[in-house]
Structure formats: structure tokens, C-alpha cells
């Protein structure tokens, strides 16, 4: 199975800071990577998918990059509705497989 | 509007069966693959297994951890997608999701989550 590791595993930030989380592969996945964002008690929403498409709906303020085994989150100004748990995922092989998660808090 | 609504968690003894159901709406639900994931109190998220569409053969995969115990189904009649988990485990415990998965190209996704269901395992 692909691993993913998420850095950091949280993160204090304050609104309207630029926020970056990172998510490596255990092996090359192409941009085969996908981003959701999960708040507590609800169920995961996807915010990114093939590494840089913007899902639909989802706020221009967020973006993603990468490729091969290096990925990133950009939120390029905090909002206070995005305080939440972020998850990398990787759909090159099966089984897709999660990054343990960034909790991005308010400092 | 795409929505996706699970039923059938509830508390059961570890060795017994349970059957989740996930009824969609707002989409053509025979033209997509379905998936079931889950998420232990506190923990990540795991996924448990899919199965594809009937144009791709309706066929399952499953995690290492749960296949031979758990089977993935789908109505498409009735818009349905089923989890039948049997021989349940303490460790099975979790909210338990269904998605959608969408593709792009050669890449998939899970573009709609339902609100999961908890299913806690305890004697």
C-alpha cells in the first residue's frame, strides 16, 4: 500500500494568514492526489482533486500543487470556517490511502 | 442535488452481523461506483472497499482488514448501496461513510460523503 505522511500534523494559524500543508507518497503518484477538508462531526468534502483541479463550489482560496511524491495545500487567507482537519489521499492504486490528517486550529 | 444518506449503524456484539444501507439521490446512481469508508473515534480515514458500476462489471475490492468478513452490493433498481458486515470486531468500530466516486480523466475521486453512520462493536 501507498503511505502518506502529512507535515505538519497541526497547525495554529490566525485569519488571513497564508497556510501551506504538505502530503508526501511513499512512492511516485503522478497527481494522482486528492484534498478534503473535514470539520468536527461531519463527514469529509472534498476541496481538490488531481492535485491542482479545484472542486467545484470550493473558494478560490484554496489551491494545490505537486506532483510525483511532493504535494501541498495552499490557503491563501484564512477564513474562520476554515479552521478544520485537512486529509491527503491517494487514488494511483488500490487501496486509496490517507494522509493521518493536519488540524489547523486558530491561534 | 447529490445526496447520499446512510442507515443501519446501531451498537452489536463482537462475532454478529450488521447491514448498512446508503440510498442516493439527485444523480444517476448506476452510472457511478460506490464506496464505503470509515473513520474510528478520534482516528483518520480508512478505506473499507468500492464496488464499480455494472457497465465496469459491478465487481467489489476490498481492504486487507476486512475482506472475507464484509460484502459491498448495490440496487441500482432502488438507487442503493449496501455494507453487509459479518464477524464484527471491537476494532470495527466507527462512523462509517458511503461516497461517490467521480472520475476526470484517468483519475478518481470522492466528490459526495454521506453523514455516516456509527457503528460501535461492544459486547
Known amino acids: 500500500d501507498i503511505q502518506m505522511t502529512q507535515s505538519p500534523s497541526s497547525l495554529s494559524a490566525s485569519v488571513g494568514d497564508r497556510v501551506t500543508i504538505t502530503c508526501r507518497a511513499s512512492?511516485?503518484?503522478?497527481?494522482?492526489l486528492n484534498w478534503y477538508q473535514q470539520k468536527p462531526g461531519k463527514a469529509p468534502k472534498l476541496l481538490i482533486y488531481?492535485?491542482?483541479s479545484l472542486q467545484s463550489g470550493v473558494p478560490s482560496r484554496f489551491s494545490g500543487s505537486g506532483s510525483g511524491t511532493d504535494f501541498t495545500l495552499t490557503i491563501s487567507s484564512l477564513q474562520p470556517e476554515d479552521f478544520a482537519t485537512y486529509y491527503c489521499?491517494?487514488?494511483?492504486?488500490?487501496?486509496?490511502?490517507f494522509g493521518q490528517g493536519t488540524r489547523l486550529e486558530i491561534k | 442535488e447529490v445526496q447520499l444518506v446512510e442507515s443501519g449503524g446501531g451498537l452489536v456484539k463482537p462475532g454478529r452481523s450488521l447491514r448498512l444501507s446508503c440510498t442516493a439521490s439527485g444523480f444517476t446512481f448506476g452510472d457511478y461506483a460506490m464506496s464505503w469508508f470509515r473513520q474510528a473515534p478520534g482516528k483518520g480515514l480508512e478505506w473499507v472497499g468500492f464496488i464499480r458500476s455494472k457497465a465496469y462489471g459491478g465487481t467489489t475490492e476490498y481492504a486487507a482488514s476486512v475482506k472475507g468478513r464484509f460484502t459491498i452490493s448495490r440496487d441500482d433498481s432502488k438507487s442503493i448501496a449496501y455494507l453487509q458486515m459479518n464477524s464484527l470486531k471491537t476494532e470495527d468500530t466507527a462512523v462509517y461513510y458511503c461516497t461517490r466516486e467521480s472520475k476526470w480523466l484517468l483519475q478518481y475521486y470522492f466528490d459526495y460523503w454521506g453523514q455516516g453512520t456509527l457503528v460501535t462493536v461492544s459486547s
Open positions: 512512492q511516485s503518484i503522478s497527481s494522482y
Open positions: 489521499q491517494q487514488s494511483y492504486s488500490t487501496p486509496p490511502t
Open positions: 488531481a492535485a491542482s
